[in-house]
């Protein structure tokens, strides 16, 4: 079974920073990997979706990248802002049938 | 429309009612999904429905029970529930197994 690490559980900087997250999975035969972001007491949004023959996505100032030979998963956090202060879940897929979690990596952009 | 809907969004129930959870989708994905989420922890797998029929049911309690009438609509009727049953239920859709997961804002339920 896919199982998702998350590091770090928890980070706090300052506004405008720039950061990573990152999170590594088991199975190297992924087929896609996604991220998710979850307010307190809310559900998931998407944030980004990787499929197995890309490397990288892009959504605005988020960026997550795929690396399938090392089993990481890394999303890029441009010029923070308090807004983006959340939990942020990866999920990487379970040989084709649905999404396992990762625990998630707390986030504070403190202003 | 990218919009799963989940009613109701909190739910308070005693040990011997039965209620049931809804979700509903219009993006004509054919994969739905219950996770169950505790405080602080990531979602967990419950059931999922591929094209309307049961693939996977991760070992779930039978006090929990799917249910999808058709391809918009995906239930969870609970029966006889015990307090560590108390969680956040997220219903999740996608076109198929893998693709794009889109998730409703969950049904905060209380057991008491």
């Known amino acids: 079974k896919q199982e998702v690490t998350q590091i770090p559980a928890a980070l706090s900087v300052p506004e405008g920073e720039n950061l990573v997250l990152n999170c590594s999975f088991t199975?190297?035969?992924?087929?896609?990997l996604q991220w998710f972001r979850q307010d307190p007491g809310k559900g998931l949004t998407s944030l980004l979706l990787?499929?197995?023959?890309?490397r990288e996505q892009t959504s605005g100032r988020l960026n997550a990248s795929l690396d399938k030979s090392s089993g990481r998963s890394t999303l890029y956090i441009a010029a923070s802002q308090p807004g983006d202060s959340a939990t942020y879940l990866c999920?990487?897929?379970?040989?084709?049938?649905?999404?396992?979690f990762g625990p998630g990596t707390r986030l504070s952009v403190l202003p | 429309d990218t919009e799963v809907t989940q009613t109701p969004k909190h739910l308070v129930m005693g040990m011997t009612n039965k209620k049931s959870l809804k979700c509903e989708q219009h993006?004509?994905?054919?994969?739905m999904y219950w996770y169950k989420q505790k405080a602080k922890k990531p979602p967990e797998l419950m059931f999922v429905?591929?094209?309307?029929?049961?693939?996977i049911n991760e070992s779930v309690p039978s006090r929990f029970s799917p249910e999808c009438p058709n391809s918009s609509l995906l239930n969870l009727h609970l029966h006889a529930l015990q307090p560590e049953d108390s969680a956040l239920y997220l219903c999740?859709?996608?076109?198929?197994?893998?693709?794009?997961?889109?998730f409703g804002q969950g049904t905060r339920l209380t057991v008491v």
């Open positions: 999740a859709s996608s076109q198929f197994g893998t693709d794009e997961a889109f």
């Open positions: 199975d190297s035969a992924i087929y896609n």
């Open positions: 990787i499929q197995s023959s890309q």
């Open positions: 999920a990487g897929d379970n040989y084709g049938q649905n999404f396992v």
């Open positions: 993006m004509g994905h054919r994969a």
């Open positions: 429905y591929s094209y309307e029929k049961l693939s």
